[in-house]
């Protein structure tokens, strides 16, 4: 079945390197790279959103009315979660930055490529969770309704999701952060994000099957 395309949001915790989460706090928009030795990244933010303090290797290079350019050099061969993305032929048509975590907003053709984004993903960082997935309309109607078994998780996958639920972790911005949520189950932190994980694995194939 052709899924019609797909906007999907995942989180990234924990980014490794990226410049952007170091310093932003908010929407960052057009954010692209040159190729060479070094690279050269850019992105658009409001400044007051941005510290770059944190990071003293960006600079503002333009300003607009609201926004304002940085740019950065990195390493090219330290591959960033947005290039990841990209080398899979997945533009990346929004970021943001909450609580340290990258927040990417894609549009996928089909099932398939959000599938080998997701596992690529999974298998460079820990901490990788979809918050969202919104299918086309099929042609001709209004609306594709999927069902989902919510049987098919365990009594732990489901508490655990229904907690972060409720205390605002699929929220945006969150309204708590995933030590919040996993100290008021008593785990972890990267026990959480293997209970979230798990439970989004299972909701997703059935989502997209």
Request: charged residues 25%.
């Amino acid at each position: 079945m052709s899924d019609g395309g797909l906007r999907v949001t995942l989180s990234v915790g924990q980014p490794g390197d990226c410049p952007v989460a170091a310093v932003a706090d908010g929407p960052a928009d057009g954010v692209t790279w040159t190729d060479g030795d070094p690279t050269v990244e850019e992105f658009r933010a409001d400044p007051a959103d941005v510290d770059a303090q944190d990071d003293p290797g960006v600079e503002s290079v333009f300003s607009y009315d609201d926004e304002t350019v940085y740019q950065f050099e990195r390493d090219p061969e330290a591959t960033c979660v947005c290039e990841r993305i990209t080398a899979l032929d997945c533009p990346v048509a929004d970021v943001a930055v909450v609580d340290g975590r990258l927040d990417l907003t894609l549009h996928v053709a089909d099932s398939e490529t959000f599938r080998a984004v997701l596992d690529d993903l999974r298998a460079a960082y820990d901490d990788v969770a979809v918050e969202s997935i919104l299918r086309t309309p099929l042609e001709g109607g209004d609306a594709d309704p999927v069902v989902v078994d919510r049987g098919r998780l365990t009594t732990r996958q489901a508490e655990v999701l229904a907690t972060a639920h409720e205390m605002g972790y699929f929220e945006y911005p969150r309204e708590s952060n995933a030590t919040q949520v996993a100290d008021s189950l008593g785990i972890g932190p990267s026990t959480l994000a293997e209970h979230l994980a798990a439970a989004e694995s299972k909701l997703v194939g059935q989502t997209l099957d």
